[in-house]
């Protein structure tokens, strides 16, 4: 079994780190806090499948819930807005503050 | 001949355009797999119809069952793909998830990064979710956007966009509308339109 290091309510901040590659981390959350919702599942690392790996090992990907003003400063719309957005084990740091 | 004179546009076939090199590709892994004996064309060809002939509507066979069983609506949230068998439909490996809408949240689907949708279970995804706009606009503007498709929620429920990026993809479970009580599995389906599974419609009822 492969330990996780982050668990459910947790905040969580994406590494602000803008490598080259196939990345599934969207732009938009890089540096971004947001708390773990949910364990998705433990998946080949896409990073090394996209490229004729196996993906091994499997990663913890992990549903990371961001409120809407974290993301988009000038949000227009009710501040209790969210976004749900998959993102694996190891775009994520743990933070205490946001 | 008629008096038609007027030019009309060529339409090109598809093979007037040369291949590209990804076309080139597949089309040497088909041939090689199948010379291979990993798979026969008749078995491609029922894969590729299987996927083009999966509907909304097998989606909303799910959602419509919800009236009659409250236990099959927790195993739906538990795992979309194995209560799909129960109705004989095969969604595939890939894990698909439902959300809920309640009257505190409002999901809504999109994939920024790429196009990724529940295919095996809804079909072919229209084209505006695959368009840059929708996919751009969706998770900074998602109340602009609905409001677009006519889709107008309250100032004070959450709306929850659910961007699936990774190996996962996502249909919402819509509330059952008022005036539905007593409604078949079939009329309830009914309701439940493939927009409501994306999050960007609510049921209607049909009106006697």
């Known amino acids: 079994m492969i330990p996780l290091r982050f668990a459910v309510g947790q905040r969580v901040r994406v590494r602000a780190v803008f490598p080259p590659g196939h990345i599934r981390t969207p732009y938009y959350t890089r540096g971004c806090v947001g708390i773990i919702e949910s364990l998705a599942g433990i998946d080949p690392n896409p990073e090394h499948l996209a490229y004729g790996h196996l993906g091994h090992p499997p990663v913890p990907l992990y549903r990371v819930r961001f409120h809407q003003p974290d993301l988009w400063p000038n949000y227009g719309g009710n501040l209790q807005d969210t976004v749900v957005v998959d993102i694996f084990e190891h775009w994520l740091e743990a933070t205490a503050h946001a | ?208």
């Open chain 2, 1 to 208: 001949m008629p008096d038609h004179f007027h030019a009309h546009p060529e339409q090109p076939d598809i093979e007037d355009t040369p291949f590209t090199e990804h076309q080139v590709m597949a089309q040497a892994l088909e041939e090689l797999l199948i010379a291979k004996g990993f798979f026969t064309a008749d078995a491609m060809r029922k894969g590729l119809e299987g996927m083009s002939t999966a509907s909304p509507a097998d989606g909303a066979r799910r959602v419509g069952r919800f009236g009659e069983a409250a236990a099959f609506e927790e195993r739906v949230l538990h795992s979309v793909n194995d209560t799909a068998m129960e109705l004989s439909l095969h969604v595939g490996q890939i894990p698909i998830h439902a959300v809920k809408n309640t009257p505190q949240v409002h999901h809504v689907i999109v994939c920024t990064l790429c196009s990724c949708y529940p295919t095996a279970l809804l079909g072919g995804s229209p084209d505006w979710y695959k368009s840059r706009a929708y996919r751009s606009r969706v998770v900074r503007e998602p109340r602009a956007v609905l409001e677009e498709f006519g889709t107008h929620l309250p100032a004070d429920i959450e709306v929850r966009v659910h961007d699936s990026t990774a190996e996962r993809r996502y249909v919402v479970i819509p509330m059952r509308p008022e005036g539905t009580e007593g409604m078949t599995e079939a009329e309830l389906a009914a309701c439940v339109t493939r927009d409501c599974m994306i999050g960007t419609a609510l049921p209607q009822v049909p009106q006697p």
